[in-house]
């Protein structure tokens, strides 16, 4: 019942979606609100039907219905609740069925209750809407359909992927379709604007879905490099993958977007910019579906077989040939266009910055398409490596960086000399201080001393700006009166959001410098007992131990750390194997202080245990990045903030950005990362037998797969 | 398929037909409906002094300005 059930609801939901286009045409056409209402009741169905639907895929999840075929190749019985409701978005049907429900409750929000700007803008957003979100229940229903039952009914599910079996997986991907479908609505009101001969205030009706898709995308493209970080076990966060870099371009035209609109909203031109903006950040969208959908590009985050391809370019044809068409068509409507200053005046740079931003994403763009165009055009694909992209990038994100310090500074030519001359020593001893805590660390490189002054540059004068704020606030207001400080404070909330954010970028460029700067890759293989002196740190192997859970072995590697003959701490790098046909999962073990953090994987072992492989990783300053990373979210939550004196919204709205801060940061330092504690502090010399316990049956599986072509003896059983 | 399926189809594809053609069969239009029952609701919290006389004059120029969209409206369509 559970399948069929699920399909007749997305059957009506797509039915729906295809009336809500008609209605809101005819609505928008003819102007009748009568047909614009039964659209926008549409909307509101879908988002009912969807919803239901989605619900009814958990349940079959929760209940084992493996009948529907998606249950069955993503789940299993062993598989824990909360990946089992995870592994409801793991495959391509039931993450496309989440974006079709979030498409429509986006919709329904955004139409809902119209600002006093955006209202004039509502008929034709509507029709752009609805037609994305029939676009997407077209695809998900004929294409990849989640509730499609098979014949044959399994005993199990096939399980899940075991690189998906993490706590990341229950935040990361709907985190991210909730960026990517929030750029549907500046998208759907660029156009509408345009169309409506309304060029100048639209940014301002939808600033705040703006940073909405902005925040989560962010938010999201930050779990995902920690997830990485915690499960892929290569030492690395960002590995300019194809796909990885798709969810990175939406993001840059964001921000691109973002910074554009606030000069719009102060009516300072750049319509032009955004509105190509709006439709790039949504044609990205779908270019990066594209990517993890059509099945060209190889990536550990793609589905390997998709048939979505052909549709997917043919959306993105449509996004950008309509785009044109209205664009030109209604360009004869556009407002003079205001002159330039000057460059360097805030228009100008913000202008730098919007141009800064667009040759990121058209180098990142390039760089991630170029294999499969070289592929496709001349039979040899064209590979670029990550040093490709460093040396591309790095520069860029340096001037990057350079004007997020600088941007505050300029305002009116008068205000700017003025504050040139009050802050000049702020900046000094900004660089003083980040020089002379680089050299402490031992950064002496030059490259490190100057990305470390141009940071501590960046930060002291956007806290100056923060510091300058807060004491204006203060003179306006009569001492004592703390509340009336922080009113006039959150009267500028997305200033101060926005400087936040600044800062967080700044903090992640020194997360950024340290391991690029300073990476340390050391493989080492050692017998029981045997030391190896790594930096100022002595790593001891002990032994390696097997436990078999429910539905995998999990090998452990134990490995002391010592100062001199100090104790510190032990590491549990493990390998899970989940049996023959699957890839077994390393997972490192994480030492995490403010100046580096220890990684520690386990590379393979040699017959009878006697000896392990492992790899070792010094990752100089990467806490600087998560830290950031916070930091980014905290501002992104304060510039969200909402306006309105609605007490309940806002208290949903901090308990949603406190719920958002605590994941976030359970996600970064919460969980067990494979460090422990002995009670008796070991000694360096202490000799302690080593103990290597495998089932014959899982064992000489797991050994084959690590340790191929060598002799190997088991023990029948398991000593506990 | 079984009967349970489709009787529940069945009803629920009703109950969303029946709300989406709603607009057609009401007097009062959906979007008016919902603007208005907003601003009544910022009257009320007016009213009982929730709200500063700030927020009272602007929740009065909404309405005005609401009504003058109204006429705007009416007269566009003439």
């Known amino acids: ?720 | 398929m079984n009967t349970p399926v489709i009787l529940i189809a069945l009803a629920v594809f009703l109950l969303m037909l029946a709300f989406v053609l709603r607009p057609f069969h009401n007097k009062k239009l959906d979007f008016d409906e919902l603007i208005d029952g907003w601003v009544k609701e910022q009257m009320k919290k007016d009213t009982a002094g929730k709200v500063s006389s700030k927020g009272l004059n602007k929740s009065n120029s909404t309405l005005a300005e609401k009504k003058g969209d109204h006429a705007k409206e009416g007269e566009r369509r003439k």
């Not at chain 1, 009706?205 to 997830?227: N, T």
């Open chain 1, 1 to 720: 019942m559970v399948g069929p059930l699920g399909n007749i609801l997305l059957v009506m939901a797509f039915l729906f979606s295809g009336y809500s286009v008609v209605a809101a045409l005819i609505g928008a056409i003819k102007q009748n609100n009568k047909w614009l209402s039964s659209a926008y009741n549409s909307s509101i169905a879908i988002a009912l039907l969807t919803a239901v639907s989605f619900l009814i895929l958990i349940l079959g999840f929760i209940t084992n219905h493996f009948e529907i075929s998606y249950v069955a190749q993503h789940s299993s019985r062993a598989l824990p609740l909360y990946l089992k409701i995870s592994a409801v978005w793991a495959g391509q049907e039931g993450s496309l069925l989440l974006w079709c429900f979030l498409q429509a409750l986006f919709t329904t929000i955004a139409l809902h209750r119209p600002s006093e700007k955006a209202r004039s803008l509502v008929p034709w957003a509507c029709v752009i809407l609805s037609l994305v979100t029939f676009f997407f229940l077209f695809l998900n229903l004929f294409f990849s359909n989640p509730f499609t039952v098979s014949a044959q009914i399994p005993m199990d599910g096939m399980g899940l992927n075991p690189v998906l079996r993490h706590p990341g997986m229950i935040l990361h991907p709907p985190i991210l379709y909730i960026g990517y479908v929030g750029l549907s609505i500046p998208f759907a009101f660029g156009l509408s604007a345009v169309i409506n001969h309304q060029w100048e205030n639209w940014t301002d009706a939808i600033h705040g879905w703006i940073l909405l898709a902005w925040l989560a995308l962010g938010f999201g493209l930050l779990l995902g490099m920690r997830w990485a970080y915690d499960v892929l076990g290569w030492g690395g966060f960002w590995g300019w993958d194809p796909v990885e870099n798709t969810g990175l371009i939406p993001w840059l035209a964001a921000t691109a977007l973002l910074h554009g609109s606030v000069m719009q909203n102060e009516k300072r031109g750049f319509w032009v910019w955004n509105f190509w903006l709006a439709v790039s950040a949504f044609a990205f969208v779908l270019l990066g579906t594209f990517t993890t959908r059509s099945g060209l590009v190889q990536s550990v985050h793609a589905y390997s077989q998709s048939n979505l391809g052909v549709i997917l370019i043919i959306g993105i044809l449509f996004v950008l040939l309509s785009s044109d068409l209205v664009f030109f068509n209604h360009r004869k409507s556009e407002p003079p266009k205001q002159p330039l200053p000057s460059l360097i005046s805030r228009d100008g740079l913000f202008f730098l910055t919007l141009l800064l931003l667009a040759t990121l994403t058209v180098s990142i763009l390039i760089g991630s398409f170029l294999p499969t165009l070289s592929m496709a055009f001349s039979g040899q694909s064209l590979e670029l490596s990550a040093d490709w992209f460093d040396r591309v990038t790095g520069p860029q994100f340096v001037i990057l960086v350079f004007l997020l310090g600088v941007c505050p500074l300029i305002g009116r030519a008068a205000a700017t000399l003025n504050k040139i001359r009050k802050r000049w020593w702020y900046g000094l001893a900004g660089i003083a201080v980040a020089v002379l805590v680089a050299i402490l660390l031992g950064l002496t490189l030059p490259l490190a001393l100057i990305g470390f002054s141009l940071a501590g540059l960046t930060m002291a004068l956007i806290i100056a700006e923060i510091i300058d704020g807060i004491s204006k606030a203060r003179q306006s207001s009569d001492p004592g009166q703390e509340t009336k400080t922080i009113t006039l404070l959150m009267n500028q909330q997305r200033k101060y959001g926005g400087l936040l954010v600044h800062l967080g970028i700044v903090l992640m460029a020194l997360g950024i410098i340290g391991t690029k700067l300073y990476p340390f890759e050391q493989t080492v293989t050692l017998a029981s007992n045997d030391t190896v002196q790594l930096k100022s740190l002595t790593f001891q192997f002990i032994e390696l131990t097997q436990s078999v859970q429910a539905d995998h072995t999990e090998v452990t590697a134990s490995v002391r750390v010592f100062q001199g003959e100090k104790y510190l701490y032990t590491l549990k790098p493990l390998v899970d194997d989940y049996g023959s046909g699957t890839q077994s999962l390393t997972t490192p073990a994480i030492q995490s202080d403010l100046h580096q953090d220890v990684y520690v994987i386990v590379g393979g072992w040699e017959p009878g245990g006697k000896s392990a492989t492992l790899k070792i990783y010094f990752n100089e300053l990467i806490n600087f990045l998560w830290m950031g990373g916070m930091v980014l979210l905290a501002g992104g939550a304060l510039a969200i903030w909402p306006r309105k004196r609605d007490t309940t919204l806002k208290i949903l709205v901090t308990l949603l950005i406190l719920l958002i801060l605590m994941g976030a940061a359970c996600m970064m330092w919460g969980l067990p990362h494979g460090v422990t504690r002995e009670i008796f502090s070991p000694t360096l010399s202490a000799s302690i037998p080593l103990q290597f316990h495998l089932p014959k049956d899982r064992g000489e599986g797991l050994q084959k797969k690590l340790s191929p072509g060598l002799q190997f003896s088991f023990e029948e059983e398991i000593p506990l």
